[in-house]
């Protein structure tokens, strides 16, 4: 196997942020529906206070929590975002007698009061809303002094709620945005000749899909992972073209490994044209390509890739094998494997995509 071509960033059922999840803070407004819920309780019906607990601090808060390998004040490369927004209403809780006596004394004492917290927490991934939550929290009169501590017990319930609901998982991710569900839906072979599937995972990624592994008893380091993702181009593309620059990809991939390991790259065979997936329903022609690398001490490591096209995916297959073995295991696999036909998000994106490449379209 060339260094690199293993499985990579993928995600099995995580509960909470992991620690490859960087997230970028935001402070917004609350939605019309609980600034009314606030403003009903408030005082002398003035405007709740906005932003009652300080945006710096609920951002502080979070970087003390090492939940996330990145926290940002409004970031640009973070994929997950999360929007906070709150307002405080003050809420007189004196008693009558208290009344009575601050009106009789003309008393310069303020009466005992709460502070009722509004918070809106909301999670998006890449500007897509996956999640929204109101939080509301009671704090004494000596609130402004506490802040600190009240947006930790704000965030501590959010952080909570989203391990319980695995907010952060690859699968919620998937059905919140409407991609493909790999997991229910697509069809594997649970053995190609003498391998066994050993792990499906979904990337961190709808746009990159599943990878699932196979392995040999006899043969730790012969793997072959079968890859299914989304063509994120319109469809009346050229797929010939499409599954060609996937390779061409896979070939300069390759060629970095091996120069930074001191590897020579051989190519075995060049991109060409496959039949190996005549007998796949729904399948277009496919695409393979065979590369080798070898030091002058080391036995060669092979890297022997497979593209073909069935529904809007590509089903990729990933050999650690010559083709001369793979051959085979390919022609086997491809009658099995049924991809889930055009997801919603896939749909709706190659509709923007379609109409931005239109004349006078941006």
């Given at each position: ?147 600190q501590h009240h947006a930790q017990q704000i965030l501590e319930l959010w952080l909570d709620t989203a391990e319980q609901r ?78 060609w620059e996937s390779l061409e990809k896979e070939h300069r991939d390759a060629e970095l490994i091996a120069r930074a390991r ?101």
């Amino acid at each position: 196997m060339l260094p690199g071509s293993s499985v990579g960033a993928v995600a099995s059922v995580s509960a909470g942020p992991t620690p490859e999840t960087a997230i970028a803070v935001y402070s917004t407004y609350l939605s019309e529906d609980v600034s009314k819920a606030c403003a009903a309780l408030q005082e002398h019906k003035s405007p709740c206070e906005e932003d009652a607990i300080q945006p710096d601090t609920f951002l502080s808060v979070l970087m003390q929590e090492e939940q996330f390998s990145q926290v940002v004040a409004s970031g640009t490369e973070q994929d997950y975002e999360l929007l906070i927004a709150n307002q405080a209403a003050v809420v007189d809780t004196s008693a009558w007698w208290q009344r009575s006596v601050k009106f009789i004394t003309a008393s310069t004492t303020p009466l005992p009061t709460e502070f009722h917290l509004f918070t809106e927490v909301t999670l998006q991934w890449r500007g897509v809303e996956i999640d929204s939550q109101l939080i509301r929290t009671v704090a004494d009169s000596e609130f402004r002094q506490h802040q600190q501590h009240h947006a930790q017990q704000i965030l501590e319930l959010w952080l909570d709620t989203a391990e319980q609901r695995h907010l952060f998982s690859a699968e919620y991710l998937y059905r919140s945005v409407k991609a493909s569900d790999y997991l229910t839906q697509m069809r594997l072979p649970d053995h190609i000749e003498n391998f066994t599937q050993s792990d499906t995972q979904l990337y961190r990624d709808p746009f990159k899909g599943v990878i699932s592994r196979y392995v040999h008893p006899a043969y730790e380091n012969a793997l072959l992972d079968i890859s299914v993702s989304p063509i994120v181009a319109p469809l009346t593309q050229d797929t010939h073209k499409v599954l060609w620059e996937s390779l061409e990809k896979e070939h300069r991939d390759a060629e970095l490994i091996a120069r930074a390991r001191g590897l020579e790259l051989k190519v075995d065979s060049p991109i060409q044209p496959t039949a190996l997936n005549m007998n796949c329903a729904g399948c277009d022609v496919g695409f393979m390509l065979a590369l080798s690398a070898q030091s002058a001490d080391e036995e060669p490591l092979y890297a022997t890739t497979y593209v073909f096209r069935q529904h809007d995916k590509i089903i990729k297959l990933s050999a650690t094998f010559p083709a001369t073995v793979a051959d085979a295991l390919v022609a086997e696999a491809m009658p099995q494997i049924h991809v889930p036909t055009e997801s919603p998000l896939m749909s709706g994106l190659r509709k923007l995509l379609e109409k931005q490449s239109l004349p006078g379209e941006s």
